[in-house]
């Protein structure tokens, strides 16, 4: 799994069948200060993220273990929303 930030959303009207319905993010990788440090990926979200926010994302056949993406054609899912984060120097971020 990966830290990344929801920089945008995706509009597809044409698509898999197993995605219809399905809302896809545009996200980059990020350090765990939240600083953009990534290529840029699609994914699809799981939890209802919205932009500008940090997630938890799910890569390769991980991605495909959720309800939603099971049998799917993804290899990114997004699979929770960051409230904050620590590590061993302390807090580096807070959701506002």
Known sequence: MIIARVIGSVVSTIKEPKLVSQKLLILRQCTSSGDLSGPEMVAIDTVGAGTGELVIVA???????????EG???DAAIVGVIDSLEVESGETFRKE
């Not at 890569?59 to 993406?69: C, F, M, P, Q, V």
Request: hydrophobic letters at 35%.
């Open 59 to 69: 890569l390769g056949s991980a991605a495909r273990e959720t309800d939603k993406t």
């Open 72 to 74: 799917a054609p993804v």
